[in-house]
């Protein structure tokens, strides 16, 4: 289906920074992704199926392939999103001794009210935000021009179709970081502290989560770490 090859082509130059579209301000990207998607629908719709189960079948299967391709457009726009309202630079990824000293004294010491600090929002993100706004407005429309309501009906007068037997079964579950022990240094210098953390990845290396940093010991124990997955 065309929706996969849009996919591609569009998270490589989720930029953002072009043209915007309309008064809500949201980029050309969001309007060309729901123009491929309403594409098929309207195919489908031209054809007229009588068969309004297998009609309602078909349907349902493009609307989970719709689905997926609005989670990663989403997910993307997300992760720019992030990107640009939290920049982390070399020195975040790995802190010199002096910040790692800082870093630790503010773990154990807070004096007085936190000071808050302004923060100026550039346009991009601002566009990042009305394009997922588009993509929930755009949606609605495309569960209208589906006909939800009447592909429901048409489902529930049959008996349900077997499972599939490639389907995987998913599973919700809990991951909590307690404690490591005797943990060495890269150089195996035993005088050497280390400064821990714990980052979590799915099966395709995307960072998930990841711990606070606990420094210079080699017997970290994190108190409350702990994620849940699905």
């Known amino acids: 289906m065309c929706i996969t090859g849009f ?18 301000r949201n980029s050309s990207s969001i309007v060309d992704l729901f123009g491929s998607l309403n594409s098929p629908i309207e195919f489908i719709l031209d054809l007229e199926w009588p068969d309004e189960y297998h009609n309602a079948r078909f349907m349902t299967r493009l609307a989970s392939t719709i689905s997926q391709a609005i989670e990663k457009y989403c997910r993307s726009i997300e992760e720019l999103f992030e990107q640009e309202m939290f920049p982390r630079s070399g020195t975040d990824l790995q802190p010199q001794k002096q910040s790692a000293w800082l870093e630790k004294a503010k773990q154990y010491v807070s004096v007085g009210e936190k000071k808050i600090e302004v923060f100026n929002f550039t ?54 970081v307690v404690q490591a022990e005797n943990l060495v240094s890269v150089d195996n210098n035993p005088a ?36 849940a997955y699905e």
């Open 7 to 24: 996919e591609a082509r569009t998270a490589r130059r989720f930029s953002d920074r072009g043209r915007q579209e309309g008064e809500d």
């Open 123 to 176: 346009p991009e993100p601002c566009v990042k935000l009305n394009n997922i706004e588009a993509a929930r407005k755009l949606l609605d429309n495309i569960q209208n021009k589906m006909q939800i309501d009447k592909i429901v009906a048409a489902l529930e007068d049959q008996p349900p179709p077997p499972p599939d037997k490639n389907d995987k079964a998913r599973y919700l579950f809990t991951v909590k």
């Open 192 to 227: 050497a502290m280390l400064d821990t953390f714990v980052v979590f990845s799915d099966e395709h290396g995307n960072k998930l989560a990841k711990t606070k940093t606990i420094y210079d010991t080699l017997n970290p124990r994190c108190e409350s770490a702990q994620a």
